[in-house]
């Protein structure tokens, strides 16, 4: 609220010094929260800067990466850029592709599978990127996943990275969700390899008390993005930036105007702290493992996928070889759940399966609302299945 | 700060249905106060969306541009796309085509005169257009812009969309500014023409009472933009959006997640009401024309530019013919002006002329506070006249 009010206009430093140099306070604290290396940090080469979302973030990575490209190859060369990502890429990156004039045919979804639990496999990306190479295109930027929107699934950071470096291809982990659990210490292993990579980008308006929209990004060469982004109209000419002594943030975003959003994560880690914080993350953890004991507990359940931060991905499954009348089913229990408005959940389809996703995250949420939750799921599926079976023996 | 509190993530209906018909509603409203065509308005076939600033609202405009004619020529010519502004279109114009992959050597600044007040020429932007249409380019996009960022000049708009309508080009108004002074019909004039364009986007945080971020873009065909920007994930998927009748933001824009601005607007419309609102926009160009006046009466200035809004553009010249000497005249009493802490002015550099820019639009500033900044203006002039006639005699 506070941010709001302030109505600053943090387009350069000279605008508003305190709106910038919060800013780069509060992304070297959160960086050092992350144990990101230091080449992410201010305090070092590197940087960063409160976007409004992911789609931002990494549409303006894209662009320094295609610009560096393009200074290569040529700008005419644009339609020989290729870009890679899973089948569980977030939607908006190829929406972001997109918009960065890369041609829709070169925007490559590595399909994934359940065996790998739906992560980016490096061998299959190694291979399209070799195939495309063998093609004479030219392999530009890679998005890894901490924390799939469909099934909160970790790609392997560190053997993409391998894989990419090889090519000279930027490398964007997008850790918009997953990304929060990794300032308790059980979970930063799904950063392992963030050393290698050119830029991470995580929201903590997702699930670290922030609210939308804040969408925090980190590079490691500040000026590819200062150079892709930059504009220099005169009434915005000023001693403080010709002397470059300064960050001027609208050089590092889409836009000009920038409202004061460090101020809310300066809030946040002021006054909650990052014992506080990683007890916010480890509660709801704890709050989605127990529900997911619930599930496994009731053999008419499943969990599709394993359970990696505060969403379970379950289905109802009792016992039917029709998977088309177990796919029905579901969707009939999720209407139903839903048409209760005591529960809202929502659904995905991975590799095939449709399945339920129970996400635990609001602020408010209780032990008290998980077992709410899961006695409402049963009363749902007792009804349902009494339904089929009336409904069978009718038949 | 409701806004902020209620963190609605209203990236299709579905998700908050409140979110987005709140939104449909109140850009109908300004749309009315704007005496737009209905053509820009849901109750007939166009629409309006909150984007957060320009940028955003160019953009997303430019990509709809953009495909549908990539859709006749085909990918591979995205290097023959040609857009078009004045060199007083704002810089972010250009950083917008950059990232919407336009070919940086394909960017056409028009250049712009004193004489018609730096605003874009119609003949010129024909002459232009029929130059590249000569070498095979594809014209595609023209920005014409109502209340320029240096000199607030107004461009043109029916004459440019004239030009613009006999080679397809997606003709777009960028009103930031000025365009909230056209809900007084005495202002309205400027908008003429608004009826053979493809979209406009206004931010009422410049200058409506709003915050920042609360940029409004209307366009007459949203179809063109939701090809363009829709993605359609398995777990966003539902009833509502598959029947079409809803409208989802989410394909309106750059990223997923969106908050609930309408609720800013709705409460400055409800409170303030249409006739405050003009009141408000008359009372800053009242003053302005006051601070005008002083000009005026002074002849140690001039007006460099006619006013149009509540922006004077001016500067000290005793008459002295050495126009370098003039500048840096301008630039010393610039930095005298603000060092006081007194006042806040900024300077521009237009057709070679370097002037201060004297802009009423804070919500608090009163008469008493132009006259105050009139008479720190004339203290710093006679101080620094002084030293410089020291200067001289001791030469």
């Not at 850790?175 to 990579?197: D, K, M, T, W």
């Not at 699930?207 to 490691?220: A, P, T």
């Not at 969707?331 to 995905?348: A, D, F, I």
């Not at 032990?367 to 299945?385: F, M, Q, Y």
Request: glycine content about 6%; charged content about 20%; overall charge neutral.
């Amino acid at each position: 609220m506070l941010c709001t009010a302030f109505n600053a206009v943090g387009f350069n430093w000279l605008a508003s010094p305190a709106v910038t140099e919060l800013e780069m306070v509060v992304m070297d604290w959160f960086a050092q929260m992350l144990k990101l290396p230091k080449s992410f940090m201010f305090s070092d080469t590197g940087g960063g800067v409160i976007q409004g979302t992911t789609s931002e973030a990494i549409l303006c990575t894209l662009i320094a990466a295609r610009d560096r490209a393009l200074e290569c190859i040529g700008v005419d060369n644009i339609g020989k850029l290729v870009v890679y990502g899973s089948d569980q890429t977030h939607s908006t990156y190829t929406k972001a592709c997109k918009l960065a004039g890369i041609v829709p045919s070169n925007i490559r979804s590595v399909p994934t599978k359940i065996d790998n639990f739906f992560t980016l496999s490096p061998e299959l990306l190694k291979k399209t990127i070799e195939a495309d190479v063998a093609d004479g295109l030219v392999p530009l930027y890679v998005c890894a996943t901490v924390g799939t929107t469909s099934t909160t699934a970790v790609d392997p950071v560190e053997a993409i990275a391998s894989v990419a470096k090889d090519y000279g291809i930027w490398v964007h982990v997008d850790a918009a969700y997953g990304g929060s659990a990794c300032i308790c210490p059980e979970f930063r292993h799904y950063l392992n390899g963030v050393e290698q990579i050119d830029s991470l980008s995580l929201s903590p308006h997702k699930w670290l008390l922030s609210y939308l929209d804040c969408c925090c990004l980190w590079v490691k060469n500040p000026g590819l993005l200062v150079k892709a982004l930059s504009t220099n109209p005169e009434y915005l000419k000023n001693k403080a930036s010709e002397s470059q002594s300064v960050v001027d943030y609208k050089d590092w975003q889409v836009g000009t105007g920038r409202r004061f959003k460090a101020l809310r994560l300066w809030l946040i880690f002021r006054s909650y702290g990052v014992a506080n914080l990683q007890s916010h993350i480890r509660s709801d953890v704890r709050m989605a493992k127990m529900f997911e004991g619930f599930i496994k507990l009731d053999p008419r359940f499943e969990i599709v996928v394993p359970r990696r931060f505060s969403l379970v991905c379950f289905r109802l499954n009792p016992g039917w070889s029709d998977l088309q009348k177990v796919e029905r089913l579901n969707r009939k229990l999720l209407e139903w759940l839903n048409s209760t408005g005591r529960v809202y959940m929502t659904h995905t389809i991975v590799g095939g399966v449709y399945m339920l996703r129970f996400a635990v995250g609001a602020t408010l949420t209780e032990e008290r609302h998980v077992i709410a939750a899961w006695k409402l799921i049963r009363e749902g599926t007792d009804l349902l299945l009494k339904e089929e079976n009336v409904f069978c023996c009718e038949r």
